[in-house]
């Protein structure tokens, strides 16, 4: 059950930041590394998905459930994490 209550914390803390981040995104986010406000907020609904799968999975006391969701969802917090490390695009690239 570690697993899953892992799960539901990291979910629950992408999402917060990939909410705020769409909110007040700044001029890297934007023009830099292509994340735009509706990117952010794809992630956050992504990440509350994920967060109501390992909440059920926890209810249901399924702990190979929860390996396996946290295991597909910390692929995608390490797509959203690496979008930030892509650097700026050189203009004649």
Excluded at 12 to 20: R, T
Aim: net charge neutral.
């Amino acid at each position: 059950m570690n697993y899953t209550l892992v799960g539901l914390a990291l979910s629950l803390g992408v999402a917060a930041f990939a909410w705020q981040s769409s909110r007040s995104g700044g001029f890297y986010d934007r023009e830099v590394y292509g994340m735009h406000a509706v990117v952010h907020r794809r992630f956050a609904i992504a990440s509350l998905v994920f967060a109501a799968y390992f909440a059920a999975i926890y209810a249901m006391r399924s702990p190979s459930a929860g390996i396996a969701g946290l295991a597909l969802y910390s692929l995608i917090a390490v797509f959203y994490a690496t979008s930030f490390l892509q650097g700026a695009h050189d203009p004649d690239e």
